[in-house]
């Protein structure tokens, strides 16, 4: 069975129509009929009854229709499946969770491309829409903060940063060497947004010591939060992960020695962790984080 006849019939099913469904598959109707006729022929079964006021579906018509969606959905999983197999040693896609490129030099990433001469597509976005496009199979790996519950994935944390406050000039945590959570209670703070796991992970070590924090400023770049320091706006919250000392110019970072730390995971499905395309790009970041 050819499955562009179970989608036709599909559309002529949906629209009730030859006419209408030929339109929208830019196909003739006389076309859509011998196509809809070969069907029937082949399944030994007649689908529709034709009536002056278009296609009415038979009782098998309708259990047809009922039941194709799910063996459509199987086939094309099965055709992103075989092509992922044929593709794998020549493209990839990855996805680095907000902040992670903060600490993989971006210019390492081009010399692995020209180096194994792969085709690399790669995007960032949240912890969870990384997670769960590696989870379908529709990214090859990611890069998250964090690790991951679902049975489905593994994952191998890469790197392990702790967790700062940043303190201005004149503010009496300035000369500290650390801090606990528990004494920023009163504090007026400035963090990352809602699509970094910092913000979560920090929002849920405040309630465990009884108070939800402060927040006056969220941001989506960390450079903001030092600038906001700078202005007396508050103290911020940030992961030790930036390279560029000019953002420390008239502050201080004071280690949140009882918070989460900020931990990078590669995670990918359970039945490619052995791949070595994959391992050789765990390689270099964990090489890249260490610089």
């Known amino acids: ?33 011998r196509v809809i006729q070969h069907l029937e022929e082949e399944l030994e079964a007649g689908l529709f009854t034709r009536t002056a006021n278009g296609m009415v579906p038979t009782e098998s018509g309708r259990y047809l229709y009922e039941n194709s969606l799910s063996l459509l959905e199987q086939f094309d999983e099965l055709t992103v499946g075989l092509r992922q197999i044929q593709d794998r040693d020549r493209k990839l896609k990855i996805g680095f969770a ?3 490129l903060h600490v993989f030099p971006f210019q390492k990433l081009e010399e692995y ?7 690399l597509q790669w995007e960032e976005a949240s912890n969870q829409e990384i997670m769960h496009q590696v989870q379908q199979g529709t990214m090859d790996m990611g890069f998250v903060i964090g690790q991951t519950a679902d049975q489905k994935l593994w994952s191998l944390e890469l ?13 009496p ?9 528990g004494e920023l209670r009163e504090e007026r ?15 849920q070590r405040c309630r465990d010591f009884g108070f939800t924090p402060n927040i006056v400023a969220r941001t989506m770049e960390s450079q903001i939060i030092y600038e906001f320091c700078r202005q007396k706006i508050g103290l911020g919250i940030d992961a030790d992960i930036h390279r560029d000392r000019a953002m420390m110019e008239g502050l201080h970072l004071v280690g949140l020695y009882d918070s989460l730390p900020w931990k990078v ?9 052995k791949e070595p395309v994959l391992w050789r790009l765990a390689e270099l970041f964990r090489a890249c984080s260490e610089l």
């Not at 491309?113 to 085709?119: A, G, K, L």
């Not at 945590?173 to 959570?181: C, D, I, Q, W």
Request: proline share 1%.
């Open 1 to 33: 069975m050819d499955t562009n006849d179970l989608r036709f019939f599909r559309q002529v099913y949906e629209t009730g129509s030859i006419n209408k469904a030929s339109r929208q598959l830019f196909i003739t109707p006389q076309g859509l009929s």
């Open 173 to 181: 945590f300035y000369g500290r060497a650390s801090l606990s959570v």
């Open 113 to 119: 491309i020209q180096h194994n001469e792969i085709i």
């Open 159 to 171: 790197l392990s940063r702790k967790m700062n406050v940043i303190a201005y000039e004149g503010h």
């Open 98 to 100: 907000c902040g992670v």
């Open 189 to 203: 703070l400035i963090t990352l947004n809602e699509r970094y796991y910092s913000y979560h992970s920090f929002l």
């Open 265 to 273: 995971s590669m995670i990918t499905r359970r039945d490619r962790k």
